[in-house]
């Protein structure tokens, strides 16, 4: 596949499977009270910090804002690139737990075994060790099984970012299994040397052109209305 038609499928699917789902999620399941656990004090001063006041629009933003703006669609997004290049032949899911899809390397055309993560900044100090763990694990199997395998092969994929950007949880990995980020991965994956920065500003072009604002609008005047009819709050 040519790298412009696989730069339009990619950035196509971002738009279709990430972006729009996302609003159509919000609109069936975050715009309806029975999604949420309130804290009704916290919600309470959260509405007066957004409107000045204590009021169902207040409360409403208070709960949809940061389930919009985060969760929702942060969750997610992981695991729709993922079963994006299974889906587009880019990678397999892979049938050896702790590792999320296996690709043929277009640079140095071997197997890889990866697992993937979002961004340079995605795991904590307690990931380091259970990611070494699944690692060893797999390294141990293929062993057992005479894979041809060897470290380079297992990698920890990242979707975006620098290499200097790389948290120090990550260089820890890095020193026993490589980690690929963003142009480096792609590259590999693709086997287009400057696709992710082609990718990136395809996303950028896609994004401006986006649709949003009535959707947002209609998610929390939809859950201010809940919130107004329900028992939870009194407004008088």
Known sequence: MSEEKLLHIITEY???KIFENHKINSLKTHSKLKSYKINPIIVKYLSKILENDFT???IAKALYYPRILGTSINTSFGTRIQNMFVELGLAQGSLIKGMDIEFTDKVDN??????LKSGPNTINSEDVNPLLKKFTTVTNLARTNTMNLNNSDLILGVLYGEEDQLSQHYQKIDKQFPVIIGKEF??????YENFYNKLVSNLDQMILNLDTEEFFKKGYIALA???????LFDFE
């Not at 792609?186 to 086997?191: I, N, Q, V």
């Not at 209305?225 to 028992?231: C, F, G, H, L, V």
Request: hydrophobic share 25%; glycine share 8%; with cysteine.
């Open 14 to 16: 971002f738009k279709e």
């Open 56 to 58: 169902p629009i207040g």
């Open 110 to 115: 071997r197997k890889k075994w990866c697992q």
């Open 186 to 191: 792609w590259h590999r994956l693709t086997g």
């Open 225 to 231: 209305k809940e919130i107004e009819d329900s028992d």
